[in-house]
């Protein structure tokens, strides 16, 4: 993998990361009124996911299909706005997606290298701004209950600017608790998140998020 795909896949992941944490956790009732709730008050989150990727249907192979090619990848996270989280990817491999609100860091353990780069305006208006940042929902999405489907309320964001990876996101609600994300990327792709063992607003150390190279690893400069 090159160094350019090695960030672009990890700009796109730590979006999604944005994404995913930002329902994280809160007993809200769901809907747009809930989601601006959570933004205002949610400063800090930390739990688990699972993570399931579906590429985009082609030879006309079915969503299980898909689902079942793609596999499935887990681990657990912490966020702190603005600008600060940790996505770890822990089975079936480790990575580490991390930023300290300067800079965004892509750890592969496998090949011990370390990818940099400034975190700045990266993540642009992706959902991971949302997370990050204090953003005027309005001023970036349209948003949209769409009712009830299988005992989840689902909200839909749909991007105002075209030059955005995700066409939509759909964030689902069961009794209050996040229970389902799905982003829809510009190429038909689907990503597939679940939370558990969420816990808002945590009291975390000031060094959290301070990123230190493992010893040995290669540092890329992107």
């Not at 706005?81 to 860091?105: C, H, M, S, V």
């Not at 982003?183 to 009291?203: E, Q």
């Amino acid at each position: 993998m090159t160094m350019k795909s090695m960030i672009r896949k990890a700009v796109l992941t730590a979006s999604l990361l944005g994404a995913s944490l930002l329902a994280a956790s809160q007993a809200f009732a769901g809907g747009i009124d809930d989601l601006k709730a959570f933004v205002a008050q949610v400063h800090s989150a930390r739990g688990d996911f699972v993570q399931h990727q579906i590429s985009a249907n082609k030879g006309g192979a079915s969503a299980t299909q898909a689902l079942k090619a793609a596999g499935t990848q887990s681990g657990n996270f912490v966020f702190a706005r603005p600008g600060k989280f940790i996505w770890a990817y822990t089975k079936p491999y480790d990575q580490l997606l991390q930023a300290d609100g300067e800079n965004f860091y892509v750890y592969d353990k496998d090949l011990n290298q370390v990818t940099e780069r400034k975190l700045g305006n990266a993540l642009g208006a992706s959902p991971a701004a949302i997370l990050f940042g204090s953003n005027d929902l309005d001023k970036s999405y349209a948003l949209r209950d769409v009712g009830v489907k299988d005992g989840i309320d689902w909200l839909e964001l749909t991007p105002k600017s075209q030059g955005t990876q995700f066409q939509q996101i759909g964030i689902g609600f069961r009794d209050g608790t996040l229970a389902a994300m799905e982003l829809h990327d510009v190429f038909g792709n689907v990503t597939l998140l679940t939370f558990t063992n969420v816990v808002k607003n945590p009291t975390l150390p000031a060094d959290t998020f301070k990123f230190t190279p493992p010893k040995g690893a290669d540092v890329i400069h992107g």
